[in-house]
T-cell receptor
Framework: DTEVTQTPKHLVMGMTNKKSLKCEQH?????MYWYKQKAKKPPELMFV???????INESVPSRFSPECPNSSLLNLHLHALQPEDSALYLC????????????????FGPGTRLTVL | AQSVTQLDSHVSVSEGTPVLLRCNYS??????LFWYVQHPNKGLQLLLK??????LVKGINGFEAEFKKSETSFHLTKPSAHMSDAAEYFC???????????FGTGTRLQVFP
């Protein structure tokens, strides 16, 4: 099973709201990722958690706050977002972060479509 | 520095005809190369992956890609297109041991009946 699940599928929020996106995998993967994808563009990496520790933060604004409570779960907390933050947010996971023999395959979830009003 | 160039932003084919999606890469080290497909409003699905074991890589749904180091290319092909192949395709490169994927800008494949 190579499934990554994300909830909710769709989210509409105002600029003063606080909301969270959730990502879950039960494949025993030790790396999890958040990507942002704007329409007709490739995904952009936001954060990487490796063995439940934040290993990469691609200079993402502080209104996005990631959290990795355990090896199966990844959250993205949202606060005071701007309309330009509207996008598809994708979660991914991979088995062996920083593998020495090969780059591990990342498996993607279906995404959360976020609209900020 | 790593980079990926997808040479066509749009490709249109008729159902039953061959598909060719072109990708060139630049990498300082031994690269891993991937092709992902994204159907409308969906996540990304792995089609295939190259990791230096064999230059011709077979993937899902009849797709395959050939790694050509001399040409720094990793083109995706399929002998016969199906309507369900209509989607966005991303060529991706990553250096050995890196958790970062470098995405191409994508190629939108249209399949006409």
């Amino acid at each position: 099973d190579t499934e990554v699940t994300q909830t909710p599928k769709h989210l509409v929020m105002g600029m003063t709201n606080k909301k969270s996106l959730k990502c879950e995998q039960h494949m025993g993967h030790r790396a999890m990722y958040w990507y942002k994808q704007k329409a007709k563009k490739p995904p952009e990496l936001m954060f990487v958690y490796s063995y439940e520790k934040l290993s990469i933060n691609e200079s993402v604004p502080s209104r996005f706050s990631p959290e990795c409570p355990n090896s199966s779960l990844l959250n993205l907390h949202l606060h005071a977002l701007q309309p330009e933050d509207s996008a598809l947010y994708l979660c991914a996971s991979s088995q062996d972060p920083g593998g020495v023999r090969t780059t591990d395959t990342q498996y993607f979830g279906p995404g959360t479509r976020l609209t900020v009003l | 520095a790593q980079s990926v160039t997808q040479l066509d932003s749009h490709v249109s084919v008729s159902e039953g005809t061959p598909v060719l999606l072109r990708c060139n890469y630049s990498s300082s080290y031994s690269p891993s190369l991937f092709w992902y497909v994204q159907h409308p409003n969906k996540g990304l699905q792995l089609l295939l992956k190259y990791t230096s074991a064999a230059t011709l890589v077979k993937g899902i749904n009849g797709f395959e890609a050939e790694f050509k180091k001399s040409e720094t290319s990793f083109h995706l092909t399929k002998p016969s297109a199906h309507m369900s192949d209509a989607a966005e395709y991303f060529c991706v490169v990553s250096d050995l041991g890196s958790d970062k994927l470098i995405f191409g800008t994508g190629t939108r494949l249209q399949v006409f009946p």
